[in-house]
């Protein structure tokens, strides 16, 4: 089975940076997509940043420009590089690997940003 590990998550002060990590194992074939959501406490998950097969990226508007998303291909790893941290960014972020029909999840790291 397929496996994403999310690491990197942590307390940290406003206006500071985390990077996040989500390392896929397991038998997968090819890789459509890989992306994090977050979810905070009385909010809807919200898909945060998506990196696709073709190369483009995507990203919440509350994000953009703050934000960056990058993958290594070889090691079937995508990172969350998060600078200018908010405390609206507190939220567990969780790993996400589409395989072109089957979806895969990570458990989620806590991401928690003081004020």
């Known amino acids: 089975q397929v496996q994403l590990v999310e690491s990197g998550g942590g307390l940290v002060q406003a206006g500071g940076s985390l990077r996040l990590s989500c390392a896929a194992s397991g038998s997968i074939f090819s890789i459509n997509a890989m992306g994090w959501f977050r979810q905070a406490p009385g909010k809807q998950r919200e898909l945060v940043a998506v990196?696709?097969?073709?190369?483009?990226?995507n990203y919440a508007d509350s994000v953009k420009g703050r934000f960056t998303i990058s993958r290594d291909n070889a090691k079937n790893t995508v990172y969350l590089q998060m600078n200018s941290l908010k405390p609206e960014d507190t939220a567990v972020y969780s790993c996400?690997?589409?395989?072109?029909?089957?979806?895969?999840w990570g458990q989620g790291t806590q991401v928690t940003v003081s004020s």
């Open positions: 996400y690997l589409d395989d072109f029909g089957v979806d895969y």
């Open positions: 990196d696709t097969s073709g190369g483009s990226t």
